[in-house]
């Protein structure tokens, strides 16, 4: 006899679980989903440890029909799409019919809705994918479902799943993802006993703007811009933030094709060439895009959890995309508004307030914010104790060190001009002394940490529920740096203490890259990368700067630091550090050769 059977239907549908439902957050995504397609106008969601214990989510919308309240736990069973050629006009976010099979495979599930014409609601319980009861029950219009006991009978994946604070955070992400694209309708979530989200209808667009604002963050307040524009292709439409604010990490940009939140990286490739020019190294661009396009030319049956897409033409899209994203760049309020950045404090939130769309004034707290013409500090007299060979030497005969040099000058408050025994050599001060420190500094993490001042008035820094359970995680991998820090609220962190000779104002964008570097280091060469990456943003912001004039003493305790010339250094970012043009060179310009 042969061995091929074809698997029961409960099987098959735990198996197809296992590309729908990976954690509660992908569940949330499903039944957040279905309730916008079945209209709702509010959507209430309550989760106790994460989801993984039980999910309650509630909506307003049109509700079902006693026999689909028990055909929609069959596979396959969608009211959304009846043939192929409905993929052309789709409007919904559901087509599979594979969410609520699934969802009901892998836990206790209870499902009770009702339609307006109805008196009763039908109640349906369902465990393992196995129907045990179905009733009739009291509720209003809509649908109530509630997941309980999530994997239970699939212990293997109830291993994978992270800490109910690491899943609760990801299910915040999922409402903000929904709550940006959809404003006319009211989200509300509770994490345990705390509400962490509640945004009502926002039918004007100051309240669209202020959802926005809610979603993306407070500190884009008097960043952020409402932009829509078109080509007969392609429209743009969202937010998005001055490239004065910015993040480590892409998680600050949410990308929606045809309002469906998507993770694309040719997309997101697309705005960041768009920024190019105006956007610091290693920064991400902020906002809510969305791109609509042609359902035609879009398929969004390619992932399981549709959260990728294909396009017909993609380059077509990237080029319009491009287009009208560097129009707008190129042509806001913003590039004149950078003279005048003064801090001042944040306006008043709320509804019913007049939005000025200058981004000025602008919100005193916004640390992370980059400003044009930077504050250079005091002038700092580098410490003549590290005089260590930082730098190996490169190329044939003896080494040639710094202090062997005379010094000509500082040109342009920026550079040193010294002469060698056969070159005109040209340092850069600031990435010169980057680099010193740099290693200064990554060597005191593996000794006894990097030395720290207690701040006299310490600094309160506001954090995303992501970026706040990374600090209650982790926040002891700081101390080597530096930095002790005290979650404090549901919100707030308190900074007591920092690396020396860090300015405080510093403090902010330091931790906040660091917590999205450790919220990305689950690969192995993460940790290290982390490390080079704080210790690269102590030195930038400890060491000497562009622009800052050096008096002789000064120049001559730089040296002192760099020892030995390496031609090849760059400093952490990437710059070279020393430039040499031979005389000989020099001589060619005036024909003496
Ligand atoms: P899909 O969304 O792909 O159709 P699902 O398994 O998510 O598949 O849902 C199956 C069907 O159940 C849907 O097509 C819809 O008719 C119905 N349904 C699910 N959730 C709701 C809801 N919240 N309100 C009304 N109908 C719903
Ligand atoms: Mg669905």
Redesign the pocket.
């Known amino acids: 006899m042969g061995q091929i059977q074809i698997l029961n239907e409960i099987i098959a549908n735990q198996i197809a679980a296992g590309e729908v439902v990976e954690r509660p957050a992908s569940i949330v995504k499903?039944?957040i989903?279905?309730?916008l397609?079945?209209g709702?106008t509010q959507i209430d969601l309550h989760i106790i440890e994460g989801g993984i214990a039980k999910l309650v989510i509630t909506?307003n919308?049109?509700?079902?029909a006693p026999d689909?309240a028990v055909l929609?736990f069959s596979r396959y069973?969608?009211?959304?799409l009846r043939s192929m050629s409905d993929f052309a006009t789709l409007n919904?976010?559901?087509?599979?019919?594979?969410?609520?099979?699934s969802i009901a495979s892998v836990s206790r599930m209870s499902l009770t809705?009702r339609q307006a014409d109805t008196v009763l609601a039908t109640k349906v319980v369902v465990e393992g994918g196995r129907i045990l009861e179905v009733t009739e029950a009291g509720a209003p219009v809509g649908?109530r479902?509630e997941v309980e006991s999530l994997f239970y009978n699939t212990p293997a994946r109830l291993k994978f799943l992270k800490s109910p604070r690491s899943e609760a955070s990801a299910i915040e992400t999922i409402m903000r993802q929904a709550a940006l694209s959809k404003p006319a309708v009211g989200f509300r979530l509770q994490i345990d006993a705390t509400t962490k989200l509640d945004v009502r209808q926002a039918p004007s667009e100051a309240r669209q703007f202020e959802r926005a604002i809610y979603c993306l963050g407070e500190d884009t307040r008097g960043y952020l811009y409402p932009i829509d524009l078109k080509t007969d292709f392609l429209r743009l439409s969202g937010y998005v933030a001055a490239p004065l604010a910015t993040r480590k990490d892409s998680l600050g940009l949410y990308v929606y094709v045809n309002g469906r939140f998507v993770k694309d990286k040719q997309l997101v490739q697309a705005i960041r060439v768009a920024y190019r020019t105006i956007l610091e190294i290693g920064r991400h661009p902020i906002g809510a895009i969305n791109i609509e396009v042609d359902p035609e030319v879009v398929d969004v049956n390619v992932h399981p959890q549709k959260l990728e897409v294909r396009f017909s033409e993609p380059s077509r899209v990237q080029s319009h995309l491009i287009r009208l994203l560097s129009d707008f760049l190129s042509t806001t309020p913003w590039l004149n508004s950078y003279r005048d950045l003064t801090p001042s404090p944040s306006p008043e939130s709320g509804e019913g307030r007049s939005w000025a769309l200058s981004p000025s004034p602008l919100g005193g707290e916004g640390f992370r914010v980059r400003l044009p013409s930077p504050d250079f500090g005091e002038p700092k007299s580098p410490s003549p104790t590290s005089g260590r060979g930082y730098y190996v030497q490169h190329g044939l005969g003896g080494a040639e060190r710094y202090t062997d040099l005379r010094v000509v000058g500082q040109i342009d408050s920026t550079y040193l001009l010294l002469e060698g025994a056969r070159s005109m050599i040209v340092l850069d001060q600031h990435a010169a002394h980057e680099r010193v420190v740099f290693e200064r500094v990554c060597a005191q993490t593996k000794q006894n940490g990097v030395s720290s001042q207690a701040l006299l008035f310490p600094v309160s820094i506001t954090l995303s529920p992501g970026d706040m359970q990374t600090l209650i995680e982790k926040k002891d991998v700081f101390l080597p740096y530096g930095f002790e820090i005290e979650p404090f609220g549901d919100h707030q962190a308190i900074v007591k203490t920092t690396p020396a000779g860090l300015k405080s104002e510093y403090a902010e964008t330091i931790i906040k890259d660091t917590l999205s570097d450790l919220r990305n280091a689950d690969r192995p060469d993460a940790l290290q990368e982390f490390s080079d990456h704080i210790c690269a943003q102590i030195a930038c912001h400890t060491s000497i700067r562009a622009g800052q004039r050096l008096d002789n003493s000064e120049i001559l305790a730089l040296l002192e630091q760099l020892d030995v010339i390496d031609y090849a250094a760059h400093c952490p970012h990437g710059r070279p550090v020393v430039r040499a043009i031979p005389f000989t060179e020099i001589a060619q310009w005036f024909h003496r050769t």
């Open positions: 499903e039944l989903e279905n309730a397609d079945a709702a909506d919308g049109c509700g079902m689909d929609c069973a969608t009211s959304k919904s976010f559901g087509f599979r019919g594979e969410a609520l099979a809705t649908t479902i």
